[in-house]
């Protein structure tokens, strides 16, 4: 897990792909980050049921681990490819669950915002985006075929977000996977072209991201932005880091 301590003082513990494992505690911390794959894999087949199963897992396994986490004010996390509860249950009825299981401790944030505003009103408003699509492949959740939906909600991106908090890397050593020796690119190539273009909005500093577990520790730099792979589990889903 990796601890991050932006300009405003405010403690960060980030970490990404639990795929349902919580044998794990938090360091102190002011906000939990998750970016994206929380929850347990019970198949693509039946993705509505497995929806169903992931929610009540969320409500019940997760819900009991998170409230003994040592964060201050919130836990925020964004989907990722094996969410398919993000997608087949209404936003309104995970919003309205989650947030009475958690006591309101926790925010699921579907390309939204989230600003530190609400907490403290005394501050500017530190503010964190979440995103959780990524490259098509196979039957996954929040998968979109390249330049379709991605690129679109990317450039709802508002200002002033400091830290996006995307299920997928860009392209670079957070979104490589070795194979025969040789390093291949899995990342997103349209975050790639937000994160160097005029829409990426000046105020960003950190990309908090996972999806591709064997770049976890791996960093890049876009220019003033800081982008770091929290992935939990490696490659064959074993919690290791």
């Known amino acids: 897990m990796d601890t991050l301590k932006p ?3 405010l403690k960060f513990c ?8 919580l044998d794990l505690t938090i360091d102190e911390c002011d906000y ?9 894999d019970y198949g693509t087949l039946d993705q509505l049921n497995t929806a169903k199963s992931q929610l009540s897992w969320l409500c019940n396994s997760f819900a ?10 919130k836990c925020l996390m964004t989907w990722g490819n094996h969410d398919f509860v993000g997608q087949q249950i209404s936003k309104a009825a995970i919003d309205n669950l989650i947030s009475g299981c958690t006591n309101g401790n926790v925010r699921v944030l579907n390309c939204e915002s ?7 009103r005394q501050t500017d408003p530190l503010m964190i985006y979440g995103y959780p699509w990524t490259p098509a492949y196979c039957n996954w959740a929040f998968n979109s075929p390249a330049h379709i939906g991605q690129l679109y909600d990317l450039y709802q991106v508002p200002y002033p977000t400091h830290i996006l908090l995307s299920h997928g890397p860009p392209i670079g050593k957070t979104g490589g996977v070795y194979k025969d020796g040789r390093l291949v690119q899995c990342g997103s190539e349209d975050l790639t072209k937000f994160l160097m ?9 950190y990309v908090i991201c996972g999806h591709i577990h064997g770049g976890h520790g791996q960093e890049d730099m876009f220019g003033n932005i800081k982008v770091r792979n929290v992935s939990l589990l490696d490659e064959v889903y074993k919690l290791t880091h």
Not at 33 to 40: E, R, S
Request: aromatic share 10%; with cysteine.
């Open 7 to 9: 300009e405003r003082k």
């Open 14 to 21: 980030a970490i990404s792909d639990l795929h349902g494992q």
């Open 32 to 40: 939990l980050l998750i970016a994206g794959d929380i929850c347990p």
């Open 64 to 73: 009991d681990w998170v409230l003994k986490q040592p964060f201050k004010y």
């Open 114 to 120: 989230y600003s530190h505003y609400e907490i403290d």
């Open 197 to 205: 273009s005029e829409m990426c909005p000046p105020t960003l500093r």
